[in-house]
């Protein structure tokens, strides 16, 4: 196994790790309830008002994979999951078109020296929606650069908007997941110190965690079959070290 894809192993493995761990922690176990009921008070609102923030994180290249935990841990997985999709959706498609419009000028500028573009450009006049899918489902591309990488391509608005959805589902839904589990670990934490710990709670939290592995285990397949597909399509993209060092480090939706 490559050094690249170890390190990237080990990150993701200490995210997790400290996604679970921390709601056990009481200050931390305290402040992400009240915010949860806080975002849960608002009803569909709080929903909304995540869905929308994604759109200025995406302007600003601002990691927005806090906003989908945060919808996972205070809402129901599938209306957040809806939510949410529905947001990084909007939030590419705006972030592409400012790209391609307004600010167009500035963001040559920004890829004129990474030696991936120029692949990348033909890849997509060639296999636009294909293209667009697998860096979408690959971790190893930024949500955030990957919005306006494309907005100077040759793809067209609709077809980069499908794929895009298509392909940052998967990824959406493995956060909502974890910020659900996030959200269990803090309450099972609370009736655990209250005293309140039951055979039930332990059963429902078993099948909690069963459904995160496996869409966990879902989810690094789709990635890695991707990044398979992706490097026979452009080789350039994810030739050793070449996307990490021309790449800020990835976020997720």
């Known amino acids: 196994?490559?050094?690249?894809?170890?390190?990237?192993?080990?990150?993701?493995?200490?995210?997790?790790?400290?996604?679970?761990?921390?709601?056990?922690?009481?200050?931390?176990?305290?402040a992400a309830l009240r915010f949860n009921e806080w975002l849960h008070s608002l009803g569909p609102w709080g929903l909304i008002l995540l869905a929308v923030a994604y759109t200025p994180a995406a302007l600003l290249l601002i990691p927005a994979w806090p906003l989908?935990?945060?919808?996972?841990?205070?809402?129901?997985?599938?209306?957040?999951?809806?939510?949410?999709?529905?947001?990084?959706?909007?939030?590419?498609?705006?972030?592409?078109?400012?790209?391609?419009?307004?600010?167009?000028?500035?963001?040559?500028?920004?890829?004129?020296?990474?030696p991936w573009f120029g692949p990348l450009d033909q890849a997509v006049a060639a296999q636009g929606f294909?293209?667009?899918?697998?860096?979408?489902?690959?971790?190893?591309?930024p949500?955030?650069?990957?919005?306006?990488?494309?907005?100077?391509?040759?793809?067209s608005f609709r077809t980069y908007v499908l794929a895009s959805w298509i392909g940052m589902l998967p990824g959406t839904v493995l956060y909502i997941y974890l910020g659900s589990a996030a959200k269990g670990l803090a309450v099972l934490g609370a009736d655990l110190l209250a005293g309140r710990l039951t055979r039930e709670n332990l059963v429902q939290a078993a099948y909690f965690f069963l459904g995160l592995l496996v869409?966990?285990?879902?989810?690094?397949?789709?990635?890695?079959t991707a990044r398979q597909a992706l490097s026979r399509a452009v080789p350039a993209l994810t030739a050793k070290n070449e996307a990490a060092s021309s790449l800020p480090s990835s976020d997720s939706t």
């Open 130 to 141: 294909k293209i667009v899918l697998l860096t979408r489902l690959s971790p190893i591309f």
């Open 1 to 30: 196994m490559k050094r690249a894809t170890v390190l990237r192993l080990l990150i993701l493995g200490a995210v997790v790790a400290g996604l679970l761990v921390l709601p056990i922690l009481p200050p931390v176990r305290e």
């Open 143 to 155: 949500f955030t650069w990957l919005n306006y990488a494309f907005s100077l391509t040759r793809v």
């Open 215 to 224: 869409t966990a285990a879902v989810a690094v397949m789709i990635a890695r």
């Open 68 to 114: 989908t935990l945060g919808a996972g841990a205070a809402f129901d997985p599938v209306g957040a999951t809806v939510a949410i999709s529905i947001g990084s959706t909007a939030a590419a498609a705006v972030v592409f078109l400012v790209g391609r419009t307004l600010a167009r000028p500035r963001i040559e500028k920004l890829f004129a020296d990474k």
